[in-house]
């Protein structure tokens, strides 16, 4: 059967910031690249929501250094980080600033026209910078700092005439003598399959949040990367860790959190200023607060706006009339309390890589949100921009030369008829149950079973929603290509529910961002590990693999910071 082929030399799967600095920096070292973006370069990915940017510099503090960069992001992670990839992405950040200042990217300032730096919570000094769009660049979603790190990406990949090929996802990754060789992808616009021999596959696919709801990520986040590299063996890591933010809306100095009796329920844990601690312990108040009872029908606590301290943060005020005005029936920030709930961030695992961003595939390399063992169990923030930037750039370097080394690569077209064979096989045309229905069904159930605090028996009926809604359907209706598609990311979602609930169960214990009702507290002596799964034929195998320690750990004789455990009357 016939079908469009491409060939190059490196192949970045994905549009946002890791596939842009990838497929720049793998084309400046020679090598042909063809991007596919699922969605449209410039309108999808996960760096449009970046805030802030972490990177030791001259534009912070004069006392700060790298390694105390390092031990606030790896301590914050519960040290089940990999030291070595953190300790590159902290001594590289600055130099990925200078890249985007050396394109033309310019900086948030002050009065005087330094570069403006702000402190954020789990960071011991300041380091935090905001990026700045030029005048007139917007997007379809997102934050300013965003806007700008795209706009200059997506200009450094059109001024050198890389391909891009727009509304086209990934279906499977190809293989040939347990190497990557390229993969199938599905053309949405033009509804057919199309094959892409390449010697190097860069996988930048973003996170699979969309397992979750309410959730802040762009709809095109459904784990694609990470199933497709499971499926052709290639070890996932902390795939139990998630990041979630504390309120579905931002909150300026000086406003109240409130439950359903009207109670500021903060202090109860601990908290004094809700802009001062991390993201984490205020879930986990909030999250208590609603476990608790005292929320309203929707899940939610409130929080009244009515009275802030506004202390410069014009853009906030901005973005929380707009997100209001747009929400029919929402309430009136300015006027009366908004009901506000956590909603899911960002997936912290993926698949793993070591510092060349390899995989244990030959052939395939990963970077950005899809890849996983950076930041252990919690993400400070600022580096959502820079692991984009520095493993994005690497991920570029190290890919190019391999392709250049292996001069060409073969592809077995039996395999690739057989994946186009069942992905064809997936949809049915109009007739048959829709994907949609099955993915509401599935983020009501991990909402239920996997939100912020989990226990056994809810991951346990999390797994069983699973397999219920696996076994719902063998085809899937689809009018188009986006239909299609719509179709292909429901087994890729359910995938990674699957194993995202499995090594929740095997993590017994509480460490950074990850909450187990029944195992409350962190546990070194057992779990200073990191879990690692692969695909052993049709089963999943899982395994805990020691962290190792190289640069910095938890002090010896030193209790695990736990957050305090408030109590309503």
Not at 103 to 131: K, P, Q
Not at 506 to 518: L, Y
């Amino acid at each position: 059967m016939t079908h469009a082929a491409y060939t190059a030399d490196v192949l970045v799967v994905g549009g946002g910031g890791a596939g842009c600095r990838a497929a720049v920096e793998a084309h400046d070292r020679g090598a042909s690249v063809v991007m596919i973006v699922k969605g449209r370069l410039g309108h999808s990915g996960c760096t449009y929501n970046v805030g802030t940017s972490a990177a030791v510099g001259p534009w912070g503090d004069p006392d700060d250094t790298t390694d105390s960069a390092m031990r606030d992001l790896l301590s914050h992670g519960g040290f089940l980080g990999n030291q070595d990839l953190a300790k590159i992405l902290v001594e590289e950040a600055a130099d990925s600033v200078r890249d985007l200042e050396r394109w033309g990217i310019d900086f948030e300032r002050d009065d005087e026209g330094r570069i403006a730096m702000h402190w954020t919570a789990a960071h011991s000094r300041t380091r935090n910078l905001a990026f700045k769009p030029r005048p007139g660049v917007e997007f379809d979603y997102g934050l300013r700092p965003g806007f700008a790190m795209m706009d200059v990406l997506i200009d450094q990949v059109r001024k050198r005439g890389i391909r891009v090929l727009d509304d086209v996802t990934l279906v499977e990754l190809l293989t040939n003598e347990d190497a990557v060789v390229g993969a199938v992808a599905l053309d949405c616009a033009r509804n057919e399959l199309v094959v892409i021999k390449s010697s190097s596959t860069i996988l930048a696919t973003g996170t699979y949040s969309q397992i979750f709801a309410p959730t802040t990520v762009d709809r095109f986040e459904t784990g694609d990367g990470q199933a497709a590299a499971f499926r052709a063996g290639a070890e996932l890591i902390d795939m139990e860790s998630t990041q979630f933010v504390s309120t579905s809306i931002g909150f300026p100095p000086g406003s109240k959190f409130l439950n359903t009796r009207g109670e500021q329920f903060l202090e109860r844990y601990g908290i004094v200023n809700p802009r001062s601690v991390t993201k984490e312990e205020l879930c986990y108040a909030i999250g208590m607060e609603i476990q608790e009872g005292r929320a309203t029908e929707r899940g939610a606590i409130y929080i009244d706006l009515t009275e802030p301290l506004n202390d410069g943060a014009p853009d906030l005020w901005v973005w929380l009339a707009r997100e209001h005005k747009e929400r029919p029936g929402a309430e009136d920030p300015w006027k009366e309390p908004v009901q506000s709930t956590p909603q899911m961030h960002t997936t912290i695992g993926g698949v793993r890589v070591n510092t060349r961003c390899e995989t244990n595939v030959p052939g395939l390399y990963c970077a950005g949100g899809g890849a996983g063992g950076v930041y252990g169990h919690a993400r400070p923030e600022g580096y959502t921009s820079m692991i984009t930037l520095v493993f994005g750039r690497r991920a570029g370097v190290y890919a190019a030369q391999r392709a250049l080394e292996a001069g060409g690569t073969t592809l077995d077209d039996a395999q690739a008829e057989g994946v186009m064979d069942r992905a064809r096989a997936l949809v049915s045309g109009t007739e048959g149950a829709r994907a949609d229905a099955f993915k509401d069904e599935l983020r009501q159930a991990m909402r239920r079973c996997a939100w912020v605090f989990k226990d056994e028996a809810g991951l346990r009926e999390g797994l069983e929603a699973v397999e219920r809604i696996r076994s719902s359907f063998s085809t899937l209706a689809a009018r188009d290509g986006y239909e299609w598609e719509g179709a292909l990311e429901l087994p890729n979602m359910l995938l990674t529910a699957e194993l995202m609930l499995r090594c929740s169960l095997e993590r017994k214990e509480s460490r950074g961002a990850f909450f187990r009702t029944d195992y409350p507290n962190t546990d070194d002596v057992r779990w200073l590990r990191n879990i690692v799964v692969r695909r052993e034929g049709e089963d999943i195998s899982t395994s805990a693999i020691p962290v190792d320690l190289k640069y910095c750990g938890p002090a010896p004789g030193v209790e695990p910071v736990r957050l305090h455990v408030g109590k309503g009357s």
